[in-house]
Each structure stands twice: as C-alpha cells, then as structure tokens.
C-alpha cells in the first residue's frame, strides 16, 4: 500500500519578536514533523517532534538505518561535511517499546530551524540501529525532537548523567524566545499541517477559556518528569444525552505528541470500548468499531483539575481511523481501527488522537499546561509573546488537588435490541466473523449501530511508526521505568 505526504504549502517557520512558529507536516495521522537542518552548510532533515522525549537525535549518513533503508528523503548527517561540527565520547542510547534500538554519540554541531541559527546545539548522533519496524509512511528513518524537561534526557534518567541544554533551553539563552515554553495546534485531522509556536500564544487558535494546570509528578513518584496533568473525569455527549464514563478521579495524564493514539488504564478502557461497541481480534492490535460510528454525532469531554479546570471535546469521528480496504464484519459492513486501548497502567496517555481537539500551552519554566478548546482550519494569527510567569490569555490557574482513586465507573446505557444479559465486547477470530457490538448512541435519527456500516472505503491503513500498541520501554540498557506508546514517544513513570 502506498502513502503520499502532502507538503505544506506555508513557509516551514516565521518569526515575531521573542517567539518562533514552525509548521509540523501531518504524516497521514501517524506523526507530525517539522523541518529542520545541522551543520556548516546546513544539512536538512524532517524530524518528528515530541513533548514526551527530551533528545533530539538524527542518524548519521554511516549508521545502519540508512544502510538498510533510504535516508534521503528524511536526512542523514555527515560530520565530514560540516566544519562546525564537535564530536563526543558521551554515549547515546534509546531503545522503544517495540524492541526499536537508536545508539550512537552525543556531538554537538549548529542546529538551524528556519533563519535562526543555535550554535553548539547537543543532539544524537545514530550510528546503529536495531529492529525498526517497517516503513508505513515513507518516514521510517526519520529522527525524533524531543521538547520536554532536560532532566527527563536518556542519559540523565539512565545513568544519573548530568544534562545537556536542550534545543528549547537554547533558544532562551540564545535570546531568540524569552521563556521555556510553547503553544501546540495540531489541527483537524484531514489538514496537512499544525503547528508549533516557541516562546508564545495564538490566541485565534483556540476558543476562551485557556486554563491552566500545574504539571504534576507520575504517580507514586516526588519528581515532574513529564507533560503529566490530572484527569478527573470523562463524560460522552450524544444524542441530546450526556452518560459518565467515569468521575471522581484523579489520574496521571501525558500529554504527548509522539503517541499516535490513546491509552487508557484497562479498567476505563474496557467502560469505554462498551459505550462504543468495540470488539477485539486477536490478530490486530487494536480494538475494531463499525466505520459507520464517524457519522455519529457525538464527543468525549475530558475533564482536568477538577470541577474549575478545562474541559476538552473529542469528537468520536476523530477516534477512528480511516478504513482499510477488505476489513469487514460477518453482515458484510465495514470494519474499522479504534485508536483507543487499554494497558495495565495507572495513568493516561494522550496522544495526537486527543491533542487535535486542544490548543496545549508547555510552560516548562512555571512547570505548568495551559488547555483550551482548539479552533480547526484557522488561516489568521493573534500571537502573543510569553515573557513573564504567567502564559497570556489564562484565564485561571487550578490548584492540584487530592480525590480517591477511581470510586465510579459508569455503565453504557444499551443500544436498541440490546439486553443487559448480552455480552457488549464480544472476541471474535482473525477472519472478524462476529459483527459490530451495540454503541451506547445512535448515528443518526433514523439509524443504530447495528453492524450496519455505511462508511467510505480509504486507501489509508491504521498504523504507527514505532509500532501498533503499548508497552513498556527502557532508554538504553538498564531498566530504567519508561512507558511508550510504541508510536514514538518515550514517558517517564517514575
């Protein structure tokens, strides 16, 4: 099956006083990407940017990623080529969940993004890599850009290493932002491209109110490692009808863009694959619904901070991938992929699949998340510039608070033709002989979910770049406590 990337038609970043805007290219849903280039003369490279990693890394042009597959569209490093380049003797080591192996040298080199150049700038440099999965968007070699905390770095969380300055800790020293921090719009699902603002808000992308969170530490854990907030709880719009999912929590939730989808703890996964009737194979990874499910008028709200924090929508639709030709239910109906799962975690993972709905404002000084409702397909600008402790345009800061760990977990309320005695996550085989099960909410007025599908075929497969599902992840050898979702983004749990 082959996928074509559509490239932005807007320049690959602009600059206002004090802050940097880069478009990141849409992967075909699977991963953004933003354009970047190393060394002196520039070299270019296509770099996946993630808020739940710490390092950028890009492979060399003598590392076996690109011996074994083609680095050219994406990029590859020569040192040899670049009279600015330092190397180093300090290892670099990333291993993901999907057994996936980067490793080579920490060097340093200058990093330019758009006309502005960083000098010196630390990164990976890939020299071995081991167990990539296979190219399922024409970006299997690309490096990854990591924009969380410098302390979070491999070789800090593995060895205890002291850090490095990080590409966004130098845009502040090198004054081309005034504060740590950056605005996230990933934009509508269909669109090419979102973006990425350095050092600043945009307040035309978003719809008031912008509310902000302290970023807490993992669960169990002192220390704030990661994009983590609190969620507190999950409600489905429908139908004129508003059902719990589950309340009166307080759970870890990372927000990060190197996860394609979502995971969910398993006991909130298996509420929330009954409200939309999923049903498992045991030859996909990932929970199966009725592609018919996009046409329904529905959205999760995700709540954060409690009662005063904001609130996110995430439309149904936006949960489903795009169907894959041949995947069909025993009544002949389309098949197609959840890109929700649940794992034996204790924390969410948000991934692009919720990003896309929220306009997420990083403030790593303040250690603080701003969230509001993302407007989609918005062509103007309102750029603010983030200067002192407080993000602009925040209309409240919540505090953290303290609630039990999940006491209610509501039960869907059955579709037509559907009894309570009946089982609503039925398994079925490889050759999806079982039909859709029973969705808490119909798709249009006239119409249930009734294994009817009545979707669109797509040429687009449901994929990820670094693997299908969750696991558990180690940077370099030692058993240090990852979690990744094995779309590419690393999450620190302790």
């Not at 490093?77 to 057994?99: L, P, V």
């Not at 904001?310 to 025993?330: M, N, W, Y």
Request: glycine fraction near 10%.
């Amino acid at each position: 099956m082959n996928f074509i990337k559509t490239r932005s038609a807007q320049p690959s970043l602009q600059r206002r006083a004090g802050t940097v805007n880069t478009v990141l290219d849409n992967s075909n849903d699977l991963q953004y990407l933003a354009n970047i280039s190393i060394g002196t003369p520039p070299q270019p490279f296509i770099v996946q940017i993630d808020t739940g990693s710490s390092d950028l890394w890009v492979p060399s042009d003598q590392s076996t990623l690109c011996q074994a597959a083609d680095c050219s569209q994406t990029g590859s490093f020569s040192d040899e080529d670049s009279s600015s380049f330092s190397g180093g003797n300090d290892i670099f080591d990333i291993t993901y969940g999907d057994s996936s192996e980067y490793r080579g040298y920490l060097v340093s080199d200058t990093v330019t993004i758009g006309e502005s150049s960083l000098e010196n700038a630390t990164f990976g440099l890939v020299l071995r890599a081991a167990n990539v999965p296979a190219d399922t968007d024409g970006y299997a070699t690309n490096g990854v850009w990591g924009i969380s905390f410098d302390s979070s770095q491999a070789e800090v969380v593995e060895d205890d290493a002291q850090s490095y300055t990080g590409i966004v800790s130098l845009m502040k020293n090198e004054g081309l932002i005034s504060r740590m921090a950056y605005s996230l719009w990933l934009n509508d699902p269909d669109a090419a491209a979102g973006s990425i603002l350095f050092g600043g808000v945009d307040s035309d992308k978003f719809t008031a109110p912008l509310i902000g969170l302290p970023i807490v530490p993992q669960s169990g854990s002192s220390r704030v490692s990661a994009m983590n907030v609190e969620f507190t709880s999950l409600t489905l719009n429908a139908n004129g009808r508003t059902q719990t999912v589950q309340d009166n929590v307080v759970r870890s939730a990372i927000l990060d863009s190197g996860t394609t989808g979502t995971v969910f703890p398993s006991d909130l996964a298996d509420t929330f694959l009954k409200f939309v009737g999923a049903v498992n194979d045991p030859n996909i990874p990932q929970p199966l619904v009725a592609c018919s499910l996009a046409n329904a008028d529905a959205q999760f709200i995700y709540q954060f901070g409690g009662s005063s924090g904001p609130k996110i929508s995430v439309p149904v639709a936006d949960l489903i991938e795009p169907h894959i030709q041949g995947l069909q239910f025993r009544d002949g109906s389309d098949a197609c992929v959840l890109g929700v799962e649940g794992a034996e975690i204790d924390f969410l993972l948000l991934g692009d699949t919720f990003l896309r709905s929220a306009y997420v404002v990083y403030d790593l000084e303040s250690r603080q998340i701003a969230m509001a409702q993302a407007k989609l397909n918005v062509t103007t600008s309102n750029v603010q510039e983030i200067t002192g402790d407080s993000i602009p345009g925040v209309e409240t800061v919540v505090s953290s608070i303290a609630m039990p760990s999940p006491t209610r977990t509501a039960a869907p309320i059955l579709g037509p033709q559907q009894s309570a005695g009946q089982d609503p996550d039925p398994q079925f085989d490889g050759q999806l002989t079982e039909n859709a099960a029973r969705a808490s909410f119909t798709v249009g007025p006239a119409s249930t979910l009734s294994g009817q599908a009545n979707s669109g075929s797509s040429s687009a497969a449901s994929s990820a770049k670094r693997g299908p599902s969750l696991a558990f992840a180690y940077v370099g050898c030692g058993a240090v406590s990852l979690a990744s979702m094995l779309f590419g983004g690393v999450y620190l749990l302790r």
